[in-house]
């Protein structure tokens, strides 16, 4: 759908006839926004206001190209995921200029994210609350994201670790990140409970008082970050997990 709204306002392509939208990106950029060319909100594409030097010309935007192998014959373009026509998708991917001729080895799908109910199902050390010899760990547990897989990753290991050497599991601090994405995962909604990334907004909210005293948002980050951090070290210490290297 980005890619499909950037060749209309490049090349004044007047219809989005054809096209499928995927129901995920309509969440995002309804219809209404693009008819009334309102900035794109869709964060896989970089608007800029900066110059191409070999033309002179404004690009309305910039997509990135990975290299895929040493060869440097193949390259993905990041972030294009859509339901899009393998037709419509060629014909309008050939529309940005430098890929006039390019060959399309495969093209852009969505994938399927599948994940269990956790508020319902686990518990803040991720065990399960029915069976707490099962721990989930990574995506199926509705988390997402990389460092996300690995820290609930570490914290599953961890008290499946402990239960096989008889130890109590412990829940990380609600006060860092890793905490507060447990947190979230055992105590989240269970009715409209969605996958969560590790954000500031997932943390304890600062006391109003001492709000107040943080007035930039930095200094405020500041504060969650090392409150957070020393949250962690003291809960490893605390527990005899001392060996972890922070
Ligand atoms: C296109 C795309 C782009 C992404 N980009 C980013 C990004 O830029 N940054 C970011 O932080 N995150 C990104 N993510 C999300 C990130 O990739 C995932 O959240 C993360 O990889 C999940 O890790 P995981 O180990 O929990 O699951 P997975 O990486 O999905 O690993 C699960 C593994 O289990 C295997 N498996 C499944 N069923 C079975 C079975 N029955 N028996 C044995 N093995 C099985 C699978 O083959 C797979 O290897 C992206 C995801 C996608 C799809």
Redesign the pocket.
Known sequence: MVHHYLAVRRFGEPSLEGVEIAEYLLALDPPLDLAEERPIQVGVVLLTTGTDPKTGKTPYAVVQLRQENLRADSYNI??F?CHIKYGEQKRILQMIPGLENAEFIRFGQM?R?TYICSPKLLRETLQMRQHPRVLF?????G????????A??MIAGMNAARLARGLEPSPPPRESATGSLTFYLANADVKNFQ?A?TTFALLPAIEPELRKLLKRKADRCHFQTERGLKAFKDWLARIGEHEWSL
């Open positions: 990041v972030g995921q994938h994210n760990a990574g995506q199926i547990s988390i997402e994201g990389y460092t996300e897989a690995m609930t990753g996958p990334n």
